[in-house]
T-cell receptor, first 117, second 111 residues
């Protein structure tokens, strides 16, 4: 299966600071990557889709100015949480899209746990 | 109503038991069905992947999809303490590439 890495795995920051999370697809090139958020004891909720060469698409209710997404290359997508607040504390996970043909599984990164003090 | 419903548990079983995990869904357009296992503070790990209705078996795991009832199941035979984790069902339709997840069922297998 695909290998997806995320960095950092854990970050603690003060309220008001910005945090950048990197997501790398290590063994195939992805024109899109998905970003999910998971609050404690809740399921994964799709936040946005990063698109190489174009703007990210955001799910309803997700602030695009707060969660900046950049698909820098075919193997790298970044999520920047700007002016983070305690309510942004969550587990952020990226995933690859289905491979060519659409009928295949998706693989997830190990996640980044963000704690905003 | 959520698109995907899943009992959060926790479900506690003795080692060696057969475990049955289930999800129901409301969107009849869903065609691809997955089961992920997630250990605490880790990313989800794909266990089973099924397209449309039917059964799929892989070792101790069996996935079933009944599209007529909008119901999917994961069975774990001979459960082990190492199977203790949260199990997430996920699904999508052909037009949307991102997944819609259930809330996850926390499983505890007692040695």
């Amino acid at each position: 299966g695909a290998v997806v890495s995320q960095h950092p795995s854990r970050v603690i920051c003060k309220s008001g600071t910005s945090v950048k999370i990197e997501c790398r697809s290590l063994d195939f090139q992805a024109t899109t990557m998905f970003w999910y958020r998971q609050f404690p004891k809740q399921s994964l909720m799709l936040m946005a889709t990063s698109n190489e060469g174009s703007k990210a698409t955001y799910e309803q209710g997700v602030e695009k100015d707060k969660f900046l997404i950049n698909h820098a290359s075919l193997t790298l997508s970044t999520l920047t949480v700007t002016s983070a607040h305690p309510e942004d504390s969550s587990f952020y996970i990226c995933s690859t899209p289905p491979r060519a043909g659409g009928a295949s599984e998706q693989f997830f990164g190990p996640g980044t746990r963000l704690t905003v003090l | 109503q959520k698109e995907v419903e899943q009992d959060p548990g926790p479900l506690s079983v003795p080692e060696g038991a057969i475990v049955s995990l289930n999800c129901t869904y409301s969107n009849s357009a869903f065609q691809y069905f997955m089961w992920y296992r997630q250990y605490s503070r880790k990313g989800p790990e794909l266990l089973m992947y099924t397209y449309s209705s039917g059964n799929k078996e892989d070792g101790r795991f069996t996935a079933q999809v009944d599209k007529s009832s909008k119901y999917i199941s994961l069975f774990i035979r001979d459960s082990q303490p190492s199977d203790s984790a949260t199990y997430l069902c996920a699904m999508r339709d052909t037009g949307r590439r991102a997944l819609t997840f259930g809330s996850g069922t926390r499983l505890q297998v007692q040695p």
